[in-house]
């Protein structure tokens, strides 16, 4: 099994940055695929991005336009979503996932508890 956890959220004014970071006790955390979603009130989950096993490869859903960046330290076992430029529209629960098999939405197997994001306007 494979669990995660999310820290780094909180209050933030729009324009400001939050470094979320997702921290697994995979015994092997280099095996997945890790991923970001988020989910506001009354909205459906969305893909935010992902990142490949190595870290060579990310993707990005088109909202992100450059503002956020993922990363990974696999000798910590942890992923990080850094998030510059914030505004109010990403408000919400911001959780990491783990795939064995790809970044695609759908493809997750394992799910952190999620981190409340606020952006203030």
């Known amino acids: 099994q494979v669990q995660l956890v999310e820290t780094g959220g909180g209050l933030v004014q729009a324009g400001g940055s939050l470094r979320l970071a997702c921290a697994a006790s995979a015994r092997t955390f280099s095996r997945y695929i890790m991923g970001w979603f988020r989910q506001a009130p009354g909205k459906e989950r969305e893909f935010v991005a992902a990142i490949s096993r190595s870290g060579s490869r990310t993707y990005y859903a088109d909202f992100v336009k450059g503002r956020f960046t993922i990363s990974r330290d696999n000798a910590k076992n942890t992923v990080y979503l850094q998030m510059n430029s914030l505004k109010p529209e990403d408000t919400a629960v911001y959780y990491c996932?783990?795939?064995?098999?790809?970044?695609?939405?759908?493809?997750?197997?394992?799910w952190g508890q999620g981190t409340q994001v606020t952006v203030s306007s």
């Open positions: 996932a783990a795939s064995e098999r790809s970044w695609y939405d759908g493809s997750y197997d394992y």
